[in-house]
């Protein structure tokens, strides 16, 4: 059972065009919703992440918008630049229980092209 | 401070065979956690120690375990390894109690022949 479906599982942008990834989750037990960015040969890393009290947060070019109604979080990357293709994964942590911490949509291979 | 940091960088073992990984967490850092990453299936989880208990299990067989030490330091151990279990896994800490903010190391690839 895939608790977080994200998609695209591919996006080719070009540079300076915005980027957007989509996530959906099931479980409205999640109450914490991060985004991570992961390099080839890399680990993931924390990019950005939000909590369901709050519709959007923005640092930088990376911006969260939350629909708690529609159990919906998206990922917008504005001004899209070369250094920023890389393996997005969405993800969702729920507190407590036996089904672990955080679990991680499939992720978005985005390339932006020069 | 240091990040996370794993061991080995790369592994190669033939099936039937066992091995050994290890994370050295971020200093002051009292959850690990630890995920197998395949092309296939992202990111799935296998299991949380927080103060040298496990406290989170992912749906893995039981030839994969793991331990944490007092300083926070853990290992994960896979028995009898099966071609299937060729992924990166990767070791990643969390400040405070919850866990939910994962800082992740670079992984261990291990490659089962």
């Known amino acids: 059972q895939q608790q977080v479906k994200q998609s695209p599982q591919s996006l080719i942008v070009q540079k300076g065009g915005i980027s957007i990834i989509n996530c959906a989750y099931e479980?409205?037990?999640?109450?914490?919703f991060p985004w991570y960015q992961q390099f080839p040969g890399k680990g993931p890393a924390l990019l950005i992440a939000?909590?369901?009290?709050?519709s959007e947060k923005k640092e930088g070019r990376f911006t969260i918008s939350f629909n708690k109604s529609a159990k919906q979080f998206s990922l917008h990357i504005m001004d899209s630049q070369p250094g920023d293709s890389a393996t997005y994964f969405c993800?969702?942590?729920?507190?407590?229980?036996?089904?672990?911490?955080?679990?991680f949509g499939k992720g978005t291979k985005l390339s932006v092209k020069p | 401070k240091a990040g996370v940091t794993q061991t080995p960088r790369y592994l190669i073992k033939t099936r039937g065979q066992q091995v050994t990984l290890s994370c050295s967490p971020i200093?002051?850092?009292?959850?690990v956690s630890w995920y197998q990453q395949t092309p296939g299936q992202g990111l799935q989880f296998l299991f949380e120690?927080?103060?040298?208990?496990?406290?989170n299990k992912g749906n893995f067989p039981g030839r994969f375990s793991g331990r944490q030490f007092s300083n926070s330091r853990s290992e994960m151990n896979v028995s009898t390894l099966e071609l299937g279990d060729s992924a990166l896994y990767l070791c990643?800490?969390?400040?405070?109690?919850?866990?939910?903010?994962?800082?992740f190391g670079s992984g261990t690839q291990l490659s089962v022949l």
């Open positions: 990643a800490s969390s400040p405070g109690t919850l866990g939910e903010k994962l800082f």
């Open positions: 479980n409205t037990a999640f109450d914490y």
């Open positions: 200093s002051g850092h009292r959850s």
């Open positions: 939000i909590r369901p009290d709050v």
């Open positions: 120690y927080f103060s040298e208990t496990q406290r």
């Open positions: 993800a969702a942590f729920k507190k407590g229980g036996s089904q672990g911490n955080l679990i």
